[in-house]
């Protein structure tokens, strides 16, 4: 199993608030929706756009435990969760995927009203694929971690 990490990121928000909103993937849903019908009253929307160009990303599907998202060549992938422990810490596993992955999302109190994150990855990619994939799966994890950083939490 080879493991990737984000860097942390500050989260101007209660770790309470946040992990209520990322425990529930149907709230990630509605802010993409938000996202892409241009509402003025997210705070930071172009830069989250930039990070997460939502009007490339087709198929993307959300429910309170999983998100389903089509990606070329693999076809359809669902990270769903699979643990809660409220309010530090979401686990997912891929559905669909071309080898094991899991997610976790780790959130940490700062102070009364901020907190921060890192995400890690695990993920059983065979070795000769590992040069070619681990340096992109990093990378993407950054975005990620980057764009949940600046989601809106108290508009939620």
């Known amino acids: 199993m080879s493991k990737y990490e984000s ?18 993937l149907n709230n990630v849903g509605k802010i993409k929706d938000m ?14 756009k930039q990070k997460l160009p939502v009007d490339q990303i087709k198929d993307l599907a959300f429910d309170a435990d999983s998100v389903s998202v089509n ?12 643990e809660r422990e409220e309010p530090k ?11 094991p992955v ?6 940490l109190p700062v102070t009364a009203y901020t907190c921060k994150m890192r995400l ?3 993920a059983d990619i ?4 590992k040069p070619m994939v681990g340096g992109k799966l990093k990378d993407g994890i ?11 939490y108290n508009v939620l």
């Open 7 to 24: 860097g942390i990121k500050q989260i101007p928000c209660m770790q309470t608030k946040v992990y209520e909103t990322l425990s529930n």
């Open 71 to 82: 990606v070329s060549p693999v076809g359809n992938v669902t990270l769903r969760i699979i």
């Open 120 to 122: 890690t990855v695990k």
């Open 142 to 152: 950054d975005k990620i971690a980057d764009m949940l950083a600046m989601l809106p």
């Open 35 to 48: 996202l892409q019908a241009n509402m003025a009253n997210i705070p930071n929307a172009d830069e989250m």
């Open 89 to 99: 810490c979401i686990k997912l596993e891929a559905d669909n995927s071309p080898v």
């Open 102 to 107: 899991t997610l976790w999302i780790q959130l």
């Open 126 to 129: 065979p070795i000769f694929l």
